[in-house]
């Protein structure tokens, strides 16, 4: 069998927080860094960036996991006011080191009013900083509550930078890393690194400074923090590459496919975090990071009910981004998973949530989407189609699904179906198992899958659907058992309409396909020089489909499609010379007399096989049809005609005698060395193109170049 082709797209603790959508720049990620000390040290310097005021916070319907009632009651106190009160409630004078009570509190209370007229006071927060690490050392109780304040104070965007020149911020990375941290306390501390580094690259590097990230994404494993690691990592990440490298570096991917298998009706605004932070560890992909049910685990999440179409788009880009890579593309067909996919791409056209048949498309109820959201669903379907194309296309899938098996079945009837991104894939996925003989035969011969897909040359308009279409069936037209039946049901007039149409894609793909249905088969030899039309009063009666292809090959520049209609009349002066012809005489006559009655050029379409240097193997197709067509009287004079050119003529003396004519000689022609193949491919095509004048010499034809004649048996020794 000739080569066959794959065919080929809770709530959760307040937070100042970027859009989860905008795409960022990414760089090669770094080592892995150690784990940082369990205690706060000092801030490493770094540039200072100036922070913007205009990010949203989610504060208002998650204020539950936010303040305390005792915190809510002084809501009307300052920062430092708040915190004050806290530290009363320790032994303050041994927390403060002996400080100033006064002091402390003339301090803070300055602080807090300069606090109301724009100015951050870093002298007091570097007192806050001092009595923290106290409070620290000593396991005092209260820590979480003033954690607590200054979480709250970190939606304040003017406080971020102050937060890390005195020193906060660094304390509680020095506490995220710390192990057996109270519940609460780790809570606001992840607040308030999260709102601390939105939009400040400064405070961000001191995270990477203090390797606080790795037990920020530990914090991923503890599902009663995960609502509020998730947009920490975001904040920390977006649009800072050494974040990003570091993130990727220390399984970032990994543990978020890990927090959407263990909650995959995650559902919210987390979605679209996870899915950014997805995009941005997969910048620097490396598939050996992930675990093989990555796809799977993604792909369920984007299938559950309750996920919005916004966040199920991003789940479907980032699963197809990972079935890139062949390691996922094969644990689908191992685990039997390949109707996950493609049960998403069903459901996609349904208003209802799947049914206990999840690739039957029968009575759906349609979406209600607008024009904007079906372009996205289109879009999305495409990219899950073109995924499974790369899947389907592997050995290890017409392996592990038989023609029997329900996905194959499922598949089988998505031919039938109205909706068209349906009908591609099945095309696609079902053309890429048709790599054998026996399968094409039972497809064609058992499951008669040509008649619908015939059907869909004559009907559809769509043209995803009729390239997949015309693969498909040009893998099912290779054995050659299947090529009367596709000629049975009329697949040359179907595929006709194409040959002079207006898409170049679908004109190459009707007449590759018209070359792989005669090839081999007289029977669909003589329907593609069948008449277009019965009635011998017509005009159409006296052309054929060949001469739509010879009419084609006349008007077309196109180089592909002009090689694959001069490949049509090879095959047919193969098939017209086959021992099958030969075998009834008087219909051979007659179909050669056909032949080169109604199309007096079907000789041109091979003057460019020989001509051209690309591909040496169809040259010495062209040299072997011009021998079999001079054969006969009529095809002796078709090639005569052609001869005449210098431009061919020359070719031929070449050819036999190596001598290149000065009238075809190139001014910039210079020889070069030839390889043992090519010197193979020459001699083979000197020997044919010796036939081809013995045969010229027996029907006495006579060349004329220039009007002077030119005695053919020179040419032979």
Known sequence: MEGSDPIFTSASPSMATHSPRPSSSYTPSSKTSSIASSRPTSPAPAATSQPDSNHLAIEQRLSKLTVSDNIKNEKKKGMFSSLEAIFHQTDLQEACVNADLDQLHAIFERADQSDQHGYKDVEALGRVRVILDRMWWRGSASLSAAATVLADGSRDPAWRI???????????????????????????????????????????????????????????????????????????????????????????????????????????????????????????????????????????????????????????????????????????????????????????????????????????????????????????????????????????????????????????????????????????????????????????????????????LRQSTDTQVLHSTMGFLRNLALPSENKDELGEAKIIPAMSRFWDGTVPQLRFGAVSLARQVINGSLANIERLLAPLSPDPESPAYERTYLSLLLSLFEKSDDVPTNIEIARIVAAICRGLNSPDAASDPKSQEAILHCFYTFHPNAARPLSMMVSQSRWPVIRSEGWFAFALMARSREGSAAVSDVLQQVEVFGLLVETITGRIIPEAEEDDYHEEPESEQQKVMQAKDRDNARVLVSELLKNRVRLRLSGVGFPLDSLLP
């Not at 980032?318 to 390691?327: D, G, I, N, Q």
């Not at 179906?417 to 026996?438: E, F, K, M």
């Open 162 to 456: 102050p937060y890390g020149q005195a020193g906060v911020l660094n304390f509680f990375l020095g506490v995220v890393s710390a192990n057996n941290v109270e519940h609460d306390l780790m809570l606001h501390t992840l607040r308030l690194i999260g709102n601390t580094c939105a939009d400040t690259d400064v405070n961000r590097q001191r995270v990477v400074a203090q390797n606080g990230l790795p037990p920020i994404i530990r914090c991923l494993r503890d599902g009663s923090l995960i609502d509020v690691a998730v947009p920490v990592l975001f904040n920390i990440c977006t649009d800072f590459e050494p974040a990003q490298q570091v993130a990727t570096a220390n399984f970032l991917c990994p543990a978020l496919v890990d927090v959407l298998r263990d909650r995959p009706a995650i559902g919210g605004p987390l979605v679209g975090y996870i899915c950014r932070l997805f995009d941005i560890a997969m910048e620097q992909f490396d598939s050996n990071l992930c675990p093989d049910y990555t796809v799977e685990v993604i792909l369920r999440a984007a299938s559950e009910p309750d996920t919005d179409l916004e966040d199920r788009i991003s789940l479907v880009n980032t699963a197809v981004t990972h079935l890139k890579h062949e390691r996922f593309q094969k644990h689908l067909i191992t685990e039997n998973l390949l109707e996950v996919p493609l049960a998403l791409i069903a459901w996609s056209y349904s208003a209802q949530p799947p049914s206990s048949a999840p690739l039957s498309v029968i009575n759906l109820t349609p979406s209600a989407y607008g024009p904007e959201e079906e372009a996205q669903l289109t879009a999305m379907r495409g990219l899950l189609i073109q995924a499974l194309s790369d899947v389907s296309a592997l050995p290890e899938f017409a392996t592990t699904f038989p023609l029997d098996s329900p996905i194959i079945r499922s598949l089988v009837a998505w031919l039938f179906v109205p909706q068209v991104q349906l009908q591609t894939c099945a095309c696609i996925t079902l053309g890429n198992l048709a790599r054998s003989d026996a399968v094409c035969q039972e497809m064609v011969q058992d499951e008669e899958v040509h008649k619908p897909l015939i059907a869909k």
